[in-house]
C-alpha cells in the first residue's frame, strides 16, 4: 500500500514545489494545476502517491489514517489539536500570522478588561475562544470561512481572528492589526500510528525532508 502525502491546495501548494523537488518527489505533472478535476497524483516514486486538499483538511486526512503524511499550517494544527499527529519538521514556507483585527476608526474603543463578552468572526473557533478565554473574556464565535473583513463592517462582529500574511486586505477593508495570536508556518506531519506501524517508510521521508530544508 502507498504512503499518501497530503498537500494543502492555494498559496502553500506553489511553495512546496521547490521543497517537494529537493526531498526527491516528483508528482504528476497536474498536481499544482487548480483546473486539474485529479485529486489524487502518482509520483515518481511507485510506493508514494500525493493528494490535494483544502487546507483545512490536511490534518484531519493525516489524523484519520487516509494520508499517513501532509504538509499543514500551524493554523490548521493550533485549531484542530489532534493528539494522532506528530509534528517532526517545521519546513519554513507559508509564513503568516493569526491575529485580531478591528475597524481603523475604532482602535481603542474596546477595553477587554472591562468586558466579559466580545463578539468575534472567525474561520478558527477554537483558537479564538482560548485566545480570549485567556483574558478572561467569553467570546461569542460567528463562524466564517472566508470574507472575514466584511464581519465588522456590517455588524457582524466587533472584532475578528484571522490568517494575516501581509495586512492588505485588511487595510483595503479599514481594519488593523491590533493584537497576534500567534506566528505560524506549514509544518510536515505524521500520523503516529503510521509512524509506529511503518517506521522505516515513514522516517524516511521525515529523513528526506530534513535534508530538503538543509539543502
Not at 463578539?119 to 485566545?131: E, T
Request: net charge neutral; glycine share 8%.
Amino acid at each position: 500500500m502507498s504512503i499518501v502525502l497530503a498537500l494543502p491546495k492555494g498559496r502553500i501548494l506553489e511553495e512546496c514545489g521547490p521543497l517537494l523537488s529537493r526531498a526527491g518527489i516528483e508528482p504528476a505533472a497536474d498536481y499544482a494545476d487548480e483546473s486539474s478535476r485529479r485529486l489524487r497524483f502518482p509520483t515518481n516514486h511507485p510506493g508514494l502517491d500525493v493528494i490535494r486538499v483544502r487546507s483545512f483538511d490536511v490534518a484531519t486526512f493525516v489524523a484519520f489514517g487516509a494520508a499517513q503524511i501532509g504538509i499543514c499550517g500551524g493554523d490548521v494544527m493550533m485549531e484542530f489539536d489532534y493528539p494522532e499527529i506528530y509534528a517532526p519538521l517545521d519546513l519554513d514556507i507559508g509564513r503568516c500570522r493569526i491575529s485580531v483585527a478591528e475597524p481603523r476608526d475604532e482602535v481603542g474603543q474596546t477595553d477587554l478588561n472591562a468586558q466579559s463578552r466580545i463578539r468575534v468572526a472567525s474561520k478558527y473557533p477554537n483558537v479564538a475562544r482560548k485566545h480570549f478565554a485567556a483574558r478572561g473574556v467569553q467570546a461569542e464565535i460567528v463562524a466564517l470561512n472566508g470574507s472575514m473583513e466584511l464581519a465588522p463592517g456590517l455588524g457582524l462582529s466587533r472584532l475578528i481572528v484571522d490568517l494575516v500574511q501581509t495586512g492588505s486586505t485588511l487595510k483595503a477593508n479599514g481594519l488593523v492589526e491590533t493584537d497576534i495570536i500567534a506566528n505560524v508556518s506549514s509544518r510536515l506531519i505524521v500520523n503516529r500510528i503510521a509512524l509506529k506501524t511503518r517506521p522505516d517508510e515513514i522516517a524516511g521521508w521525515i529523513e528526506s525532508f530534513r535534508k530538503a530544508l538543509a539543502a
